[in-house]
């Protein structure tokens, strides 16, 4: 009997071994891989956009389930305890849908500053501090990855997701997105930097091939990816929908593995931008980990491919591994019960805060600003309609919108009542014009702006004698993925606005009275041709769910703007080096706009700037061209006015271990508290290659100074930041020879120099195997 039970009991326990699932841990990831039959592997390297499962895809990035609106999800494999891991958008916040059917609750996600008003306020700390606050919605809300930051070069003023970058220069691109990531992760969540790389123009965004040398490559185009992946470790990276030099970028195993992973050590996984890529198994050779959201054409051809010994195994697995060990350190899988209820209030005060820092003054004759006038004749449709963020991916569901006029009012300013009611008036009758069209636009597509409102030059005459104080005119501008940006009534003014903005200056200057331009802008515009017109110019860029609020603040006084441009303001369109390898004027005719049926999706054409882009730049990007070449700009890099003077005094240089020591100390030396942000350059004196004549190297904001304070600044450079890279040599190289150490508040007034000397001779060989598809279309 005894036996017999022991039999049954063995029986019975060996049957279980053989059905008992092990379930994923953090240290069973290459058991559980053992365990995966091809498809179960296929279907998480493609994402759960799948046949028949609706739920997961919605419409493309717009997921139902799990968390609603996020915009894609893994697949998960209950068997072995892999739970689906939830990604969605950014950059200015989490972006999910605010409402849920049934639901009576709801899931608002703080609207934050966009990526060129973060990345004006030049302050690492604050922006850590906005990725913190995003970070915890990612967490509360139960998403695991956030599809931010984006940290594409800002190319040409014209791109239409430049709103959703951070600079013309990739240190402080770099710096800046470093910063934002460390912020988010510090809460347990994912981050995808993003688009992995030479994403720079929106028309015919699937297919465009940017052609251009491996030295922009590496010192413009990779470098600030460079530096956010070795400052930061994001979890994931976002590899964009370009090709570059004839590889699509989801493709490049040089790209991936060699430089991304082995030369800059990054540790996490690689996914494609939303259906990014054409050859499902090239991408997985390549490295490509994940194809996001996933489709089941793409998971058969990875069953296909592996069957028939295109594709081996062993780089399925690497990419299958890659994405355990990221799902094995989310939330989700580590059980996080989340609340659906982050902070929003605390936010809300940091988004107030962080959007007044990185506010541009531009201009300010005879301290027009901050007011101390309270009577004000609110003009311009968009100071009714502000702009609080760009469309498309990046936009947020926010739960409200301060315009100025609210902003005003919350903030004890009396607005002219006459002018008020008729531009509520206008608006209204504005809003009801668009809407037709608004329902046809998908929403990734930019709203269009209403007129202004065409008052009769006797009402503004009436009202500049009116008991109103000052006027203040607002400028708008907004834009979206997908699309690029004109030149006529975009970069330019529109001649709506030119009569305007004319007729005010001369009214009201007629009686005495100041004219104060707000400029709530996406991307740089054109701004000499009438900048006379106005006493002060600030640019409040796409200030998030409290932007009135944050202008109020400013123009009150209660804050002193210390942002300053990440990207230059020209004189004209002409005078930016890319203008002619860039798309220009393609037709407003609403959704026809985008480039996506005009290129067959996959093929290269030969249509020049829409099939493919020549950087003929080369490295000459922003203030490296217009410093090297001698070109007048309206505004410069790194260029913002405070309500205070500041002085710097005192440089000095230490040599140290990694480079150099550079410190100075800054005064404020006029009466309003504020701050400033210092920023150091370098020159080759005498270089043996053509090189820009000035090249950002560090920066730092100071702390509030109030008036008559000192402090003193220092940063430290890397002797390797000064190197160029030697397309002959295959090399990063260090010249030797004298080079001066620059400071000052902008990138054209740099009034301490140091002059260094490097007096060894240094090279870093770097891998070639990122070679363009073919040898003739490398720009030289
Ligand atoms: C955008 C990405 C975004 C993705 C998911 C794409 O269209 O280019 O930036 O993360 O959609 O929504």
Redesign the pocket.
Known sequence: MKKLAICCFATIFSMTAVVAQPKLTPKNIDKIIKELTLEEKAHLVVGARLKGNAEAAGE???TKNIVPGA??TTYPIERLGIPPVV????PAGL?ISPKREGDSQTYYCTGFPVGIHLASTWNNDIIYRVGEAIGQEVKEYGVDVL??P?VNMMRNPLCG?NF?YYSEDPLLAGKTAAAMINGVESHGVGT?L??FAV?NQEIN?LANDSRLSMRALREIYLRNFEIAVKESQPWTI?T??NYITGRHASEDPGLLETILREEWGFKGMVMT????GYDAAAQIAAGNDLL??GSYAQYEEIIAAVKSGKLAEADLDICVKRILELIVRSPRFQGYKYSNKPDMDAHAKLTREVASEGFVLLKNNNMSLPLKEKKVALFGSTSYNFIAGGK???DVNRPYVVDLREGLINNGFELNKELDAAYSKHIAAEKKRLAPQKALRKW?VYDLRPNELQRPHDDIIKTAQSDAEVAIVTIGRNSA??FDRFIERDFMLCPDEEALLTAVSREFHKVGKKVIVILNICSPMEIASWRDKADAILICWMPGQEGGNSVADVLLGKVSPSGHLPTTFPISYEDVRSAKDFPRNVPENGLNQSRFNISEVGKIYDVKNIDYTNYEEDIYVGYRDYATRKVEVAYPFGYGLTYSQFEMSNMQVKECKEGYKVSCEVKNIGSFPAKQVVQLYSSELAPEVDRPVIELRGYKKTPLLQAGETTVVEILINKDDLMTYNEKANAWKLTKGDYDLLLGFDSQTLPLKHKVTITKEKLIPVSTLMKPASGEIFIK
């Open positions: 493309v990035g717009y915009a894609g990604t969605a958008d950014g972006r599809l931010a984006g997701r959703e995808s993003k688009h994403n965004r976002m964009s929908y931008d939303w259906s990014g996001m959201p498309g991916s990046g990734f993925e997908a």
